[in-house]
């Protein structure tokens, strides 16, 4: 029965998410030439870049909590291809998983999440895109109308008819270890403050 419920919840929430994107107005700046790359965003922007890039062929890390399981099942629904753990829980195995589909997908990754704290970027970001030998862009979002949560990150979710403004970095390469700290200043500067509006 409980497998049950889970396919209903998880197929009314993909399909109110796809009628909201459907009402919603994205304008793109800098969509990368060449995939893979990892794309890296605030955790509170996770709602935007899910629905602009559903059915694309991007792996996403979710959390293995029992909040990840809300996300994991309309997010999978939606196209994409999921890998559970975190930071904080089965790590090793979540880094595995992605550095399997980095060969055929694109990587999206939260690195404050799941539970930050606020503008945190964990070293596993950096780690992926090292071992994986693929670029991290990183993404930043806005929009004129949303929903905020009451939540550890403010978290987001856009109103219908919203007009949302998506920017992508040029690619920031992870070559080597020493390579690391520039890319972090060079993420942390284009995301800018995780509250933070584009131009």
């Known amino acids: 029965m409980a497998d049950f419920w889970r396919s209903v919840y998880n197929s ?70 999921l890998v559970r753990g975190s930071s904080s829980r089965q790590g090793s195995q979540a880094l595995k998983g992605m550095l399997r589909y980095a060969k055929t997908h694109s990587l999206a990754i939260t690195p404050d999440g799941p539970r930050g704290p606020v503008g945190t970027i964990h070293p596993g970001l950096f780690q992926i895109a090292l071992l994986a030998k693929i670029p991290i862009v990183a993404v930043a979002c806005d929009a004129d109308r949303e929903w905020l949560f009451n939540s550890w990150d403010k978290f987001r979710f856009p109103k219908p008819f919203a007009r949302v403004k998506v920017e992508y970095s040029d690619p920031i390469y992870v070559k080597s270890k020493a390579d690391i700290p520039e890319a972090e200043r060079a993420v942390r500067e284009f995301l800018g403050p995780p509250i933070h509006k584009l131009s």
């Not at 459907?22 to 890296?40: I, Q």
């Not at 996403?60 to 291809?81: C, H, N, Q, R, W």
């Open 12 to 81: 009314l929430a993909s399909g109110l998410l796809r009628l909201i994107k459907a009402t919603l107005r994205f304008e793109v700046k800098n969509h990368p030439d060449c995939e893979p790359v990892v794309y890296a965003f605030w955790h509170r922007n996770l709602m935007y870049c899910t629905l602009l890039r559903a059915g694309d062929a991007v792996a996403v890390m979710v959390s293995a909590s029992k909040d990840g399981e809300l996300i994991a099942g309309p997010v999978g629904k939606l196209g994409y291809t």
